[in-house]
């Protein structure tokens, strides 16, 4: 599986953005997706996640601000991010839990990463 990302730019606190993150590959071994993001000097850090059926959840300083979605016909995930603030500035990567089959019966477990996108709010 391979992720490519995009979207990020520079906007104004109070604006919006769109990230998209597309999927390629064996798309069927795709367990659930996800959105992180590392600001500047700091550690990355899980922003957004959804699971194959749709569940999702949020880390607490984006809920109700920021919406992920998937259309699992574009194999395309995409992180809508309204009342953006400039503590939001950050690199922001999408993530892919791959549930690969192997011996035994048993699954393996592993992650995808797509490149960032520099997503900058400025005050």
């Known amino acids: 599986v391979q992720l490519q990302a995009s979207g990020g730019g520079l906007v104004q606190a109070g604006g919006s953005l769109r990230l998209s993150c597309a999927a390629s590959g064996n798309t069927f071994s795709i367990n659930g997706m996800g959105w992180y993001r590392q600001p500047p000097g700091k550690q990355r850090e899980l922003v957004a996640a959804i699971t194959r059926g749709g569940s999702t959840n949020y880390a607490d300083p984006v809920k109700g601000r920021f919406t992920i979605s998937a259309d699992n016909a574009k194999n395309t995930m995409y992180l809508q991010m309204n009342s953006l603030k400039p503590e939001d500035t950050a690199v922001y990567y999408c993530?892919?839990?791959?549930?690969?089959?192997?011996?035994?019966?048993?699954?393996?477990?592993?992650?995808?990463w797509g490149q960032g996108t520099q997503v900058t709010v400025s005050s």
């Open positions: 993530n892919a839990e791959i549930r690969q089959a192997i011996l035994g019966g048993n699954w393996r477990f592993y992650d995808v």
